[in-house]
């Protein structure tokens, strides 16, 4: 778990990456004032919480990383593969609808934040410094076998960056240990990478696998020509983890949600 920094200020927990210089961060659940299943620092506004809870969730989370999330470009994620380019003029509130069906934003605008929302999918988040380029990208394995990264990437490209500038940061989602799938999942994944070398294993199950999608998301941003020095890994698994991370596969719908932020 190393090139990762945990972060505590005023009852709230965020990480952050070494390796990314833009302004970030990966949320935990606690230091909120959500209660019941959403207890704490819940910061979906879709799940039937309080809407006042959220609001004052995402306040509070505002300053204690010192600057403005209440205001941001989030998208309704649908486990699919567009990518939306995010601009000024298009930040909304934690309430309501994101401003359009997307898994990843990409944006070259100073100061704007852009965010996914998770609860064991796989949470990444890219910078090109040199170019002012950053993204937020949502990998379930569904989005992650559309090849999600590499959409981005591209859309990224479009805007300047450049692959082997980019630097990159897999965020705390559902390990190994856990995410066991059927055989429709492992196909997918060999499609989508040529391999599950070290990514699959067989579970208990006959006919399921254990497969480790952080892992697998962390190859392709190899295979898509990122340094390996320029992409940290957090192995923290979000569902043996319940003090810290929400999970849909502990919980059910029955949840908060963490979020991964970026801010040029």
């Known amino acids: 778990m190393s090139g990762f920094t945990l972060h505590s200020r005023n009852g ?4 952050t990456a070494d390796v990314l210089p833009a302004r970030h961060l990966f949320t935990t659940r606690t230091g909120g004032v959500s209660r019941g299943i959403y207890e704490s620092l819940n910061l979906g506004g879709s799940r039937g919480d309080e809407p006042q809870a959220v609001l004052e969730n995402w306040r509070r989370l505002s300053d204690a990383v010192g600057f403005d999330l209440t205001r941001a470009v989030r998208v309704n994620q649908v486990h699919g593969a567009t990518v939306h ?3 000024a003029g298009q930040a909304v509130g934690p309430l309501g609808p994101g401003v359009c069906e997307a898994d990843a934003i990409v944006t070259a605008q100073p100061g704007l934040p852009v965010l996914v929302l ?9 910078h090109d410094p040199q170019a002012g380029v950053g993204a937020a990208a949502h990998c379930g394995w569904r989005s992650a076998t559309a090849d999600i990264l590499g959409k981005t990437v591209e859309a990224m490209e479009r805007l ?7 630097c990159a940061a897999v965020g705390p989602a559902i390990g ?3 995410f066991e799938t059927g055989p429709e999942v492992h196909e997918a994944l060999l499609d989508w990478l040529g391999t599950d070398e070290e990514l699959a294993r067989p579970a208990a199950a006959p006919g399921k696998y254990l497969l480790d999608l952080p892992g697998a998301n962390r190859l392709r941003l190899l295979q898509l020509g990122l340094r390996p020095e320029h992409v940290a890994l957090r192995r923290e698994c979000t ?3 319940p003090a810290r991370y929400w999970s ?6 029955a949840r908060g949600t963490q979020a991964a932020i970026l801010v040029l």
């Open 118 to 126: 998770i609860a064991d999918c796989v949470p990444v988040l890219l």
């Open 85 to 87: 380019v995010a601009c």
């Open 239 to 241: 569902r043996c983890n």
């Open 160 to 166: 300047g960056a450049r692959r082997e500038r980019l």
């Open 12 to 15: 709230l927990q965020w990480l």
């Open 248 to 253: 849909h596969r502990r919980c059910g719908a």
């Open 176 to 178: 190994p240990c856990c």
